[in-house]
């Protein structure tokens, strides 16, 4: 079952659990990856809706079914661009540039200029990811960087090593203002509160950490 697949599986069984407990349940290979590609197909389904509505879409493609449609779409027009190939991801890829034009028809209409804009506000305001850094080794060691954080303030919120992915996960919701932690995979990767901003930081002007896109915990 490839990404796309799973992710609307879990879209179309989201009435029945929340869409953390669904994926954490179930037997699916990058979890991590499908969260970050359900959260957003939900925070951007109107959006979606519309598009494939006004293109006709499912009307012209009858073999696709729309939980399947919606995530695809997500990434074709919203995200980086469809992963991997399949027979269903190279008929949706057939609409990309009647999806964008649509998109652009509606930013039009809405007067706004980016797509976050045509979200709305209680979606916008919703629950905030958090912060990413990656540890520049080559240019200063982890237990360096995290010495450096915590002289100007910032609290390291520490856990046993035998911690669950779960337990791992509600950690992480929970980290405030200055506050960091160790990611649980990744040894390199440092995971701030949201909205920490790194960018004045000499640490990142230095090139000591690396904001990371990486997708998000379970948040």
Excluded: C
């Excluded at 879209?11 to 957003?40: D, H, M």
């Excluded at 949706?92 to 540039?97: G, N, Q, R």
């Excluded at 996960?169 to 901003?197: G, M, R, W, Y």
């Amino acid at each position: 079952m490839n990404l796309y697949n799973e992710a609307a599986r879990v879209i179309s069984e989201a009435q029945n659990g929340t869409v953390k407990s669904l994926i954490l349940g179930g037997n699916y290979k990058n979890k991590k990856k499908l969260y970050a590609l359900v959260y957003e197909t939900l925070k951007y389904w109107p959006v979606i809706q519309d598009l494939v509505e006004s293109v006709g879409l499912l009307k012209k493609e009858r073999n696709l079914q729309e939980f399947l449609v919606w995530p695809m779409v997500y990434d074709l027009i919203f995200g980086k661009g469809l992963e991997g190939s399949s027979k269903y991801q190279n008929t949706v890829s057939k609409y990309k540039i009647t999806l964008q034009a649509e998109l652009a028809r509606l930013k039009i209409k809405k007067k706004v200029i980016r797509n976050e804009d045509l979200l709305d506000d209680a979606v916008k305001n919703a629950v905030k990811l958090p912060r990413y850094a990656r540890v520049n080794t080559l240019v200063i060691g982890k237990q360096s960087a995290i010495e450096k954080f915590r002289s100007k303030g910032y609290e390291l919120i520490q856990y046993n090593q035998d911690i669950t992915f779960n337990k791992f996960a509600e950690l992480v919701t929970k980290l405030e203002n200055k506050q960091f932690t160790e990611d649980l995979h990744i040894p390199e990767l440092l995971v701030f509160a949201p909205n920490t901003d790194l960018h004045s930081d000499p640490l990142y002007k230095s090139g000591g950490i690396i904001l990371q896109d990486k997708v998000p915990t379970f948040l």
